[in-house]
Every structure is written in structure tokens, then in C-alpha cells.
């Protein structure tokens, strides 16, 4: 009995000193003593600093405890340029930090670590081709541009795209092939983010991520997503919404209907926005009265009302405006999925969404093909 006892004894001891934190061991060859390191994460604002630590002799450390579970987080050297990205989880994590080429920097130590580095290391292979590519073309793509010669920089630019597209490749394999990574997450959280993958596609593989990257931070946010573009999709119905004018009126988009309506996201800061926007004022003078609305909801931030309002007035934009001026947290641009400005939805009368993101001309045409005008 005092044999089990002790068996007993020994496996909660072992289970008791499981590590209830992150130690992250960094070693920066090259890297002079006294070089402060920082552990960044990223939100909606920029990057946010969890904890700082002082290169000696090379090396440096990090320990601490995580708030909200798995995440990117980013090491970084003062005056280096470039952040090292990795995986903060519970467990012993180590870093080599290349000061010369971060991208030939290592992490490991814990699973999805050594799984983020098996990655990179897939990814190499596409990389150096890739810079090889630039390095052996650079002259010959430099002379087509200032020669004017469309095709060759045509031909030059589908042969390097190819390059991404390998990559793109290559990430769905790894996402196949390893379902209990927290990378597999980050690189679907991208698909959705850049429209390489339809929601359907991206469906397909969110639905074999093992449960515990589905619990994850970008596990979440990638369902998310995928809700809120099934309720935002090419002929599904607008969903209301409302938000407070510069003035402080509250305006919804029911009231701010006609026979067709743009839904136009932008910002005054957002200068892409600002170019189109004589393109949506020509097109508003000209098909308001045949039954055009619009209404344009801002991603300006706290704080720049007058900005705001300044924008709207120099650029004549005569149509009804909202914002609740919470920037990239816009709640309205949250429930559209919008993750880059200019955006827009067309709707119909009854209120469907027909088209998205159209431009200049083509969106022209295609208000006029609703309106039934020539």
C-alpha cells in the first residue's frame, strides 16, 4: 500500500509542476548588450507591448502568463528593423533571432512553434525562388517600365505572381495536413480577410481544425466572419442599420432607400476613398432624381467629427452620412465584414444586395441597368 501511495504521490507531484506559463529564451547573435527586446501582440489600433527584456551576452528571456489563451505574438530588437512573429503559448519557447534577415530566424520548443517553423520552412523554398527571380529580372523589368513595354512587364509580372500563388498552394496543403495548428487558423483568418478563399471554401477547411484551435482567439473570429458574410452575401438582404449624422441625427439605411442604394464605406484619412469620390458625386448628380441614394457610413475615429465633416463638404458628397467614429470597430463595417475601405454594397429596391465593391464606370452601368435608364 505505501508502494501505490508513493506511485500515487509521485504523478501528482509531476502534474502539479506542469508549467502554468510561457518561458520564451531567446538567443541574438550579433546583438550588442543592453539592446532592449519586446513581446508585442497586434489589435485594431497597432502593436501593443506585453513585456520588454535587455539583450546580455546575447541572449535575452520573457515569462509570463497568458490573459486569453493562444496567440501571434511578434519579438522585436530596438533599431532592428522587422518583427519575428510566433505562437505565445504555455510551455518553454525558444527564439534565434537572425539581426541580418529575420526571415531566416528559428522558434520552437512547443507545438505550435515547431509546427509555425515547419511552415516557414516550407515557405523558404517559394521565397528564395522568388528573390531570385527579382535579382535576375530587376534590370529587365526596370528597362520595360521606362521603355513603356507593356507586354514585358506584363509577362514579368504573371511569371511572379506565380510565386504567390504557389505559396497560396502550399499554405492549404499545410492547413490540410495539420489541423491542430494554431498557423493553420492565421493562414484561413487570411484567406477570408484577402478573398483568395471563397466562405464556402474556407468553410470546408475551419470544419477539420481540431477543437482546440477552434477555441482559439482566431479560431473564433474566423466563425465570425463566416456568419456574418452568410448574411452579407450577393442576394441575400441588407441588414439594417443605423448610426448618428455629424449633426447627432440618428439615420438608418430603411429610411435612406430609393429605387436602388449605394452603401459607400470610407474615411476622410482614406485616400483611395477620397479619389473615387468625385467618380460617386458625378454619378449622384446625375441619377438621384431617377431614384439613386446613397448613404455613407465613415470609419473616421473618435475625436474627428470635424475632419469628418470637412471631408464630406470638400469632396460635396450631398447624400446622407453616419458613423459611430470607432475607426476599424465601426460596428456597422463589423456587421458588413468590411476589413479595407473604399467598400460598398448595391441594393436593389426591395433591399437585396446585387453587387459589391464595383468602381467608376462599371458601378455607373450597372445603377443605370437597375434603374432601367440608358
Request: aromatic share 8%.
Amino acid at each position: 500500500m505505501k508502494k501505490i501511495a508513493l506511485i500515487v504521490f509521485a504523478a501528482l507531484t509531476v502534474m502539479s509542476c506542469k508549467k502554468e506559463g510561457y518561458e520564451i529564451t531567446g538567443v541574438a547573435k550579433g546583438v550588442e548588450n543592453g539592446k532592449k527586446v519586446y513581446l508585442e501582440t497586434q489589435n485594431e489600433t497597432g502593436p501593443v507591448t506585453l513585456d520588454t527584456a535587455v539583450v546580455e551576452n546575447e541572449k535575452f528571456k520573457f515569462d509570463g502568463k497568458l490573459k486569453e489563451g493562444i496567440e501571434l505574438a511578434f519579438v522585436r530588437i530596438e533599431t532592428l528593423n522587422g518583427s519575428l512573429p510566433m505562437v505565445l503559448e504555455n510551455g518553454d519557447i525558444s527564439v534565434e533571432f537572425n539581426k541580418d534577415t529575420i526571415q531566416n530566424s528559428k522558434i520552437g520548443g512547443t507545438k505550435n512553434n515547431d509546427k509555425f517553423q515547419l511552415y516557414n520552412n516550407e515557405s523558404q523554398v517559394i521565397y528564395k525562388k522568388m528573390m531570385k527571380f527579382q535579382e535576375v529580372n530587376q534590370q529587365k523589368m526596370s528597362a520595360a517600365q521606362q521603355a513603356q513595354d507593356t507586354a514585358t512587364v506584363s509577362v514579368l509580372m504573371k511569371e511572379y505572381s506565380q510565386f504567390q500563388e504557389d505559396m497560396n498552394e502550399q499554405s492549404k496543403s499545410f492547413i490540410t495536413k495539420n489541423p491542430d495548428a494554431f498557423i493553420s487558423a492565421l493562414l484561413l483568418e487570411n484567406f477570408l480577410m484577402r478573398s483568395y478563399l471563397t466562405p464556402e471554401e474556407v468553410k470546408g477547411y475551419y470544419e477539420k481544425l481540431d477543437k482546440s484551435i477552434l477555441e482559439t482567439k482566431s479560431g473564433k473570429n474566423i466563425k465570425k466572419m463566416l456568419d456574418t458574410m452568410s448574411t452579407v452575401t450577393i442576394g441575400s438582404m441588407a441588414p439594417d442599420f443605423s448610426a448618428p449624422s455629424p449633426d447627432g441625427k440618428m439615420i438608418s439605411l430603411k429610411e435612406s432607400m430609393g429605387k436602388v442604394t449605394l452603401i459607400d464605406f470610407w474615411a476622410s484619412w482614406c485616400g483611395p476613398c477620397r479619389q473615387e469620390n468625385p467618380n460617386v458625386v458625378a454619378m449622384y448628380n446625375e441619377l438621384h432624381e431617377k431614384g439613386l441614394n446613397i448613404i455613407g457610413v465613415s470609419l473616421d475615429k473618435e475625436g474627428d467629427t470635424q475632419k469628418w465633416k470637412d471631408a464630406i463638404a470638400k469632396d460635396g458628397l450631398s447624400w446622407n452620412h453616419i458613423s459611430n467614429l470607432k475607426h476599424w470597430q465601426e460596428p456597422i463595417a463589423l456587421q458588413y465584414n468590411v476589413k479595407s475601405i473604399p467598400a460598398t454594397f448595391l441594393l436593389d429596391a426591395s433591399g437585396k444586395i446585387v453587387a459589391k465593391d464595383l468602381r467608376g464606370e462599371e458601378l455607373k452601368a450597372k445603377v443605370k441597368e437597375l434603374l432601367g435608364v440608358q
